[in-house]
């Protein structure tokens, strides 16, 4: 199993109400309101890690949820804030709401860390509401109630060099030959079902390459393993083509290329920007010398072709002195270019006034979510407070404007109530 897109469910914590408590002593029947902050709630956190490589361990485990904030106490007690929740992903993972598919992060950096869900504010304790006319306010404002959300994972691996070809035809084998990385190798298709990643030293240079499953025909349709491996050499900074240039298994070299190179740029045309070079893979075989040969007259003037004998590490030396001549005129990766997508713009204090039908009007937008995820209508000084902001933020007046008069419905969120103007 290689899991490298899936969906999963985050949710922030509720901040905590704030307390309504009024201060009682002895001798001082009618003490101030004391009410205490209700807490923050926890905030969703992503870090990327460089010591994952697939998305495996969401396939069970697919909600997180950050603590909630506690409620305010008396004596202006705080509530306690909700602890955070970290997701920990593998650097490369792109991060997107599932509705819009806008990309909230790119998890390009190990150890970067992004705050994709924040937690509700925590509600603000009756002392806050105390006016000269209203001594003792018996509300307080609830914390804000968060939302969950879906976002879905993608990995798209991120190495200098992606290793691309037939299955079988020794890119497992080149990569545990110049570096440290040991993947399975056998002599079989589809010995590698994920991509494998290695870091290869070569003096005092080093960079890292990343050993793709196999392709075959009709890859970028979805056959074989499937083209959702082309996603992991989006990123690579060049292309080392390896091919079995023996045809010990049937099939012609030139035609191998051709067909692998043509699954690679019809999965994304953007591809044939990516610089590749050619091993000659499998040189000890025998038909290799006139196959190779054949290939060269072909393509060497379009491409850099390394004959190599893998096992025996023959080849290995030329190829990485290529790689590292090419790699030094390429500009560095770069994070993916895109307008970051926040959940917590769509709480703006922003709203248009509706109207429904001819004595209805209907308040939409960010302002009456926030408030009615604020305030308790059950609770008449809530509800006044809840008044006194719609009136501050104009809200009354652009009912106005629109018409609204004397005995008119008003909905605001799950509030509704006659206009009185
Ligand atoms: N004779 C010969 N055999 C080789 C050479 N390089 C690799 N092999 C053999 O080819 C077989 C496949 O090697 P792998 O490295 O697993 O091939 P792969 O391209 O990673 O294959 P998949 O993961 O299935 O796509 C193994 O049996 C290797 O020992 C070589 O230079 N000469
Ligand atoms: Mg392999």
Known sequence: MFIDKVKIYIKSGNGGNGSHSLHTEKFVP?????????GKGGDVVFVATNSQNTLNEFHYKKHFRATNGENGGRQKCYGKSGEDVIVTVPTGTVIRDAETGKIIADMFHDGQREVVLKGGRGGRGNCHFATSRRQTPKFAENGVKTIERQVILELKTIADIGLVGFPNVGK????????DAKPKIANYHFTTLSPNLGVVGYYDKSFVMADIPGLIEGASEGLGLGHSFLRHIERTRILVHVLDI?????????DDFNLINNEIYSYDEKLRDIPMIVVANKMDMPNAEENLAKFVAEFGNRYKIIPMTTIIHEGAEELLKEIIDVLEDLPPQEQLQFEPFSYDQADDDS???VKLAPATFEVVGGLVEIL??????????????????????GVIAELRK???????????????FDFID
Not at 246 to 254: K, T, V
Not at 373 to 393: G, H, L, T
């Open 30 to 38: 009618n003490g101030g309101p004391d009410g205490g902050d209700g």
């Open 172 to 179: 497992s084998t080149l990569l545990s030959v110049v570096s």
């Open 246 to 254: 023996s045809g010990s298994e049937g099939r012609n070299p030139i």
């Open 351 to 353: 709203y248009e006034v």
């Open 372 to 393: 009615s995820r604020k305030v308790n209508i059950d609770d008449i000084d809530s509800f006044r407070y809840f008044q006194r902001v719609i009136k501050e933020k």
């Open 402 to 416: 629109a018409g609204a008069g004397d005995g008119d419905t008003v909905i605001i969120g799950e509030i509704e």
